[in-house]
């Protein structure tokens, strides 16, 4: 049979957990030992899409319904997902995918495809904060909502944050950091964000809470910053570095470099790999267009060219495993009001892009940073870390 001499030996590499592939009710053991999950394909794959990319011939399969797994998907993902680096991705016939334009109509385009998707969408499965990044669980028992409220302070507390300091937030999401900063430290903050509908949120949110003397929001990109003739005391970029492309690391420093005061702090958190690698195809197309990971060792490099001081680096890879799951689980207690607002392979797709996400953290495939920078020399600060 077709599948059991052509799909079988393509899975039998992914034997480091051993799993059953089901085709036509026929079942196919993989590696040794008890199964830990089964796929049951319901249309068998073409070998050559596998071979042009595993990813993206398994999300879709899965998308559309063509593929599903037997149990808990991230339980599966999580034993599966490990084993990516013997994945199958040919960068020259996805060349387009996966080295998109870095104009700035593109990544425009790009960014409000994921983020614009609408913010009735978004409150379904984020906390109350609207935090669409890595929380920070300080105890066992913190809630997803807690855990964002203890991202927040713990980044403004590693910022050094003064009364009538001014703040700059590059990437500033639906801005609940900003509003904490302003609220809790007098500070006077900009936020700059790509989204019309995180821009029109922010906007309510800074009138809802009477903070128009403290806080502005600009649609803008960070290529414009240098030439807006502002300087700050602070920068913070959350989850944004992540949708520059690698081609712009560079460049994205230089210009948090040129808006930053001498003595500066800059506070960066991103999601990064170990190593430097073009991204995975699937996410490219269905979730992050453009988006490009960076490895921790070139954004160092990139601030070194500026001048910029690595005070602090620390890793929450665990944290957004968590996070992560926090979300997948407010996902499927709303996916029936999902439902209502997107088709199933919709549905489907995120639910796939959440379990994914989650299983690639858990396995070291990416890691999550945040880095503590000073613009030049800082002798101002505390000898020992105070926060």
């Given at each position: 049979?077709?599948?059991?001499?052509?799909?079988?030996?393509?899975?039998?590499?992914?034997?480091?957990?051993?799993?059953?592939?089901?085709?036509?009710?026929?079942?196919?053991?993989?590696?040794?030992?008890?199964?830990?999950?089964?796929?049951?394909?319901?249309?068998?794959?073409?070998?050559?899409?596998?071979?042009?990319?595993?990813?993206?011939?398994?999300?879709?399969?899965?998308?559309?319904?063509?593929?599903?797994?037997?149990?808990?998907?991230?339980?599966?993902?999580?034993?599966?997902?490990?084993?990516?680096?013997?994945?199958?991705?040919?960068?020259?016939?996805?060349?387009?995918?996966?080295?998109?334009?870095?104009?700035?109509?593109?990544?425009?385009?790009?960014?409000?495809?994921?983020?614009?998707?609408?913010?009735?969408?978004?409150?379904?499965?984020?906390?109350?904060?609207?935090?669409?990044?890595?929380?920070?669980?300080?105890?066992?028992?913190?809630?997803?909502?807690?855990?964002?409220?203890?991202?927040?302070d713990y980044i403004l507390k590693k910022l050094y944050l003064k009364e009538g300091m001014s703040?700059?937030?590059?990437?500033?999401?639906?801005?609940?950091?900003?509003?904490?900063?302003?609220k809790k430290y007098g500070v006077h903050g900009m936020g700059i964000t790509l989204s019309q509908?995180?821009?029109?949120?922010?906007?309510?949110?800074?009138?809802?809470?009477?903070?128009?003397?403290?806080?502005?929001?600009?649609?803008?990109?960070?290529?414009?910053?240098?030439?807006?003739?502002?300087?700050?005391?602070?920068?913070?970029?959350?989850?944004?570095?992540?949708?520059?492309?690698?081609?712009?690391?560079?460049?994205?420093?230089?210009?948090?470099?040129?808006?930053?005061?001498?003595?500066?702090?800059?506070?960066?958190?991103?999601?990064?790999?170990?190593?430097?690698?073009?991204?995975?195809?699937?996410?490219?197309?269905?979730?992050?267009?453009?988006?490009?990971?960076?490895?921790?060792?070139?954004?160092?490099?990139?601030?070194?060219?500026?001048?910029?001081?690595?005070?602090?680096?620390?890793?929450?890879?665990?944290?957004?495993?968590?996070?992560?799951?926090?979300?997948?689980?407010?996902?499927?207690?709303?996916?029936?009001?999902?439902?209502?607002?997107?088709?199933?392979?919709?549905?489907?797709?995120?639910?796939?892009?959440?379990?994914?996400?989650?299983?690639?953290?858990?396995?070291?495939?990416?890691?999550?940073?945040?880095?503590?920078f000073t613009e030049g020399i800082n002798n101002r600060l505390p000898l020992v870390r105070w926060?």
């Amino acid at each position: 049979m077709l599948e059991e001499n052509v799909l079988i030996p393509f899975f039998k590499k992914f034997d480091q957990y051993p799993f059953c592939v089901k085709i036509n009710q026929k079942e196919y053991r993989i590696g040794t030992g008890e199964p830990e999950f089964t796929v049951d394909f319901k249309k068998p794959i073409p070998l050559s899409s596998l071979l042009t990319s595993t990813s993206l011939a398994l999300g879709e399969a899965y998308m559309d319904g063509d593929l599903e797994v037997e149990g808990d998907l991230y339980y599966a993902l999580d034993h599966f997902l490990g084993q990516m680096d013997k994945f199958s991705t040919d960068e020259s016939a996805l060349k387009k995918l996966m080295f998109s334009s870095t104009t700035k109509k593109n990544q425009q385009k790009e960014v409000q495809s994921h983020y614009d998707i609408g913010n009735d969408f978004y409150k379904l499965w984020l906390d109350e904060t609207m935090s669409y990044s890595c929380a920070y669980f300080l105890h066992p028992e913190d809630t997803l909502f807690q855990a964002q409220v203890n991202k927040v302070d713990y980044i403004l507390k590693k910022l050094y944050l003064k009364e009538g300091m001014s703040l700059l937030d590059i990437g500033c999401g639906w801005g609940f950091l900003l509003i904490e900063a302003a609220k809790k430290y007098g500070v006077h903050g900009m936020g700059i964000t790509l989204s019309q509908e995180q821009y029109k949120e922010f906007k309510r949110r800074i009138t809802e809470e009477h903070l128009e003397q403290l806080i502005e929001v600009e649609l803008m990109d960070y290529r414009d910053l240098p030439k807006s003739g502002r300087e700050f005391d602070r920068i913070v970029s959350v989850g944004m570095v992540e949708h520059v492309g690698r081609d712009n690391y560079q460049l994205f420093m230089d210009c948090a470099n040129k808006v930053l005061k001498p003595g500066g702090l800059f506070l960066l958190h991103f999601i990064s790999a170990l190593k430097e690698h073009a991204g995975d195809p699937w996410v490219k197309k269905y979730i992050f267009p453009g988006g490009t990971v960076p490895s921790l060792r070139e954004m160092l490099s990139c601030a070194a060219e500026d001048g910029f001081h690595t005070i602090d680096v620390e890793n929450l890879r665990n944290h957004y495993n968590r996070t992560l799951l926090c979300w997948e689980k407010n996902y499927q207690e709303h996916i029936s009001e999902v439902r209502k607002l997107f088709d199933e392979r919709f549905v489907r797709m995120w639910d796939l892009y959440l379990s994914a996400c989650a299983a690639t953290f858990h396995n070291g495939i990416i890691d999550l940073h945040q880095i503590l920078f000073t613009e030049g020399i800082n002798n101002r600060l505390p000898l020992v870390r105070w926060y």
